[in-house]
């Protein structure tokens, strides 16, 4: 199966390496618990060291049921036609074994679900890294989207599918789920398939797929990154609460500030966070046809980090004229009048420091 849908999307990308069982299991020293990166439903990925001494993350999917077998094969499908800097690259799979494994490029920094919800402050992102972030990982979407071969939509965008690498650049990941459309479609209608807090009602409601429901889950990841808090989180009054519904109807009653995450909030940055706050509420909205593009979306966020930079370079440059003017030194002429000089001898001199050294004497009566 895997042969023939390679074989039928040839010349997109290069087909990726087929690992031996032997060597993953080398790499990951026999599955070791040591090398367990996370786990999920899908099963669990582990962190692997190649002969060469390349780093890589390998998922080893929990069972193999044909609906896993097909995701699999729907992921190398997927990837092995996609070329962007923020998707995570698949480096291989091996065919060996009874339970598919996946091999990727190793990404160092964790989840970005992690980064948001864990509270340790050395984990807190600024309110920058966040627009980058976020930045990026719209990048992703609108490619995918716009830009590859034959458009794809990811079907389960979340906090916990997108990686940060060493330097926090946002990868979008795992694409079991996702799927291909023809240029000629606007939708697909397909079962039910994602993640609760983050799913597209009207596509719950219809079963109909289509590039809006990515964008509805990005707001839902845009939510997450302004306040801080997860896609179900518990109020004041203890009862559960589901971030998207009430991220709009406090943004409808002007109450932003009372949902925001506190680490994020300086008076240079209030205006910022509005904007993505109201870009928010467009990708959420009830019905796709109202939501953005993934292009308007990533267009309007790298507008907003680009106003941002010029507004730092501007402050800097004005910091940098105001500390120069302040510490320029002032020019002074002083006068050498003492006695036994010609009056055409004068010693002009800069400074405070000389005025003090050469006083003035007083003038003589001119006669």
Known sequence: MLQQKLLSHRGSVETDKIFSSKELENATNNYDKSRV???????????????????????????????????????????????????VKLLGCCLETEVPLLVYEFIANGTLFYHIHDKSPSSSLTWENRLKIAGETAGALAYLHSEASMPIIHRDVKTANI??????????????????????????????????????????????????????????????????????????????????????????EDRLLQILDDHIINEDNIEDLREVAILVKRCLSVRGEDRPSMKEVAMELEGLRIMKKRRREKADLYAEETEYLLTEPKHYFSIDVGTGTDCSSTDTTTGYDSIRNHPLQPPDDGR
Do not use: C
């Open 163 to 252: 990686l940060l690498d060493d330097k926090l650049i946002a990868k979008v990941a795992d694409f079991g789920a996702s799927r291909q459309i023809s240029l000629d479609q606007t939708k697909v209608t397909t079962l039910v398939q994602g993640t609760f807090g983050y799913l597209d009602p009207e596509y719950f409601h219809t079963g109909q797929l289509t590039e809006k429901s990515d964008v509805y889950s990005f707001g839902v990841v845009l939510a997450e990154l302004l306040t801080g808090r997860k896609v179900i989180f518990s109020d004041e009054t203890g009862s559960d609460r589901n971030l998207s519904m009430s991220f709009v109807s406090t943004v409808k």
């Open 37 to 87: 990166l996370g786990q999920g439903g899908y099963g669990t990925v582990y962190k692997g060291v190649l002969p060469d001494n390349k780093v890589v993350a390998i998922k080893k999917s929990k069972i193999s049921d044909q609906r896993q077998i097909e995701q699999f094969i729907n992921e190398v499908v997927v990837l092995t036609q996609i070329n962007h800097r923020n998707v």
